[in-house]
């Protein structure tokens, strides 16, 4: 492990609101403030909310065009033990947001990074959609190409974990029924817009309702989304005979132990149910 050495400055990756100025935290005030330097996406933008503040902190840009160049700059700071804090327009920096390479650099040159928790557009609308929050996966933006998106969406399929993803506005009709064609019409999924603003809000019906409820509204196709799907529902019975049907298969190839781990890799099922279902003297080995 690299050691940190504490005369260097420090990186603070700094929550800033996703659209109400007041969610910030007095935390990330204090070291806005204190900072030497804040690097941030948009430094016009940023401005708005530091003034909002009285905040006067030396600003930089560092957005995904120029990342690889600032990183340069921002470390030789940061040897020289300036404190930095990395900001984005909106939320946590990092999350569909410039920053990934920054961190990455800072930290194998062993210099210490702080993150300053705050505001996230994902984790606020998961908060409030009313779907399983226990296991969930974040999908970030899909990509834009038709067929890249239908391919990303394909693989998600059968993802019984409830799944978050970012839209922008204008492409808001395409996914949802890029999604319809993947996920059925009967799907449940949440739509949370303009979370924290004077029009937030959070829609949760099937994906064809939720369709047909934004064509008829075009005041909800504005603005910034963030859209949950439920997870797979799975059917432990049919699971299981298609775990069956596969491990009698692979059986024919491989030993009792072999075909349990791979057909339970294939349908997902837990190892040590189908072992013991599938256990009988002929089939072990
Ligand atoms: N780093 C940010 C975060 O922590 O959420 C996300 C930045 S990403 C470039 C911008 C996307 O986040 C938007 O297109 C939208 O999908 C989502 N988003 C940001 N603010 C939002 C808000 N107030 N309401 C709904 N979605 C929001």
Not at 32 to 50: C, F, G, M, N, P
Not at 174 to 192: C, I, N, P, Y
Not at 263 to 277: E, F, Q, V, W
Request: proline share 4%.
């Amino acid at each position: 492990m690299t050691k940190i050495v504490e005369t260097q400055g420090v990186l603070y990756i700094v929550a800033t609101p996703i659209g109400n100025l007041a969610d910030i935290s007095l935390r990330a005030l204090e070291v806005l403030k204190e900072v030497d330097l804040i690097a941030a996406e948009d430094t016009r933008h940023s401005k708005l909310l530091l003034n909002n503040y009285s905040i006067k902190t030396k600003l930089t840009a560092l957005h995904e065009h120029n990342e690889r160049q600032q990183l340069k700059t921002v470390l030789t700071k940061l040897k020289h033990g300036e404190n930095i804090a990395l900001i984005s327009d909106a939320g946590t920096p990092l999350i569909s947001d410039p920053g990934f390479p920054l961190v990455q650099a800072v930290k194998d040159a062993g210099i210490k990074v702080v993150p300053i928790p705050g505001a996230c557009a994902a984790i606020a609308a998961l908060s409030a959609a009313g779907m399983p929050t226990d296991r969930f996966i974040f999908e970030g933006f899909l990509p834009a190409k038709a067929g890249a998106r239908e391919q990303r969406l394909q693989a998600l399929e059968h993802e019984v974990r409830t799944m978050i993803f970012y839209l922008s506005p204008h492409r808001i009709f395409k996914v949802l029924s890029d999604m319809q064609a993947v996920f059925g019409s009967d799907r449940e999924v949440v739509v949370a817009r303009e979370l924290t603003k004077k029009f937030e809000t959070i829609k949760k019906d099937n994906i064809a309702n939720i369709i047909s409820w934004l064509t008829n509204d075009s005041n909800q196709q504005k603005g910034e989304f963030v859209c949950l799907v439920a997870g797979a529902v799975v059917d432990e019975n049919a699971l299981m005979q298609e775990s069956e049907r596969i491990y009698k298969i692979l059986r024919e190839e491989l030993s009792h132990k072999q075909a349990v781990a791979l057909a339970a890799k294939i349908t997902g099922i837990k190892k040590s149910k189908l072992y013991n279902l599938m256990l009988s003297p002929d089939q072990v080995v």
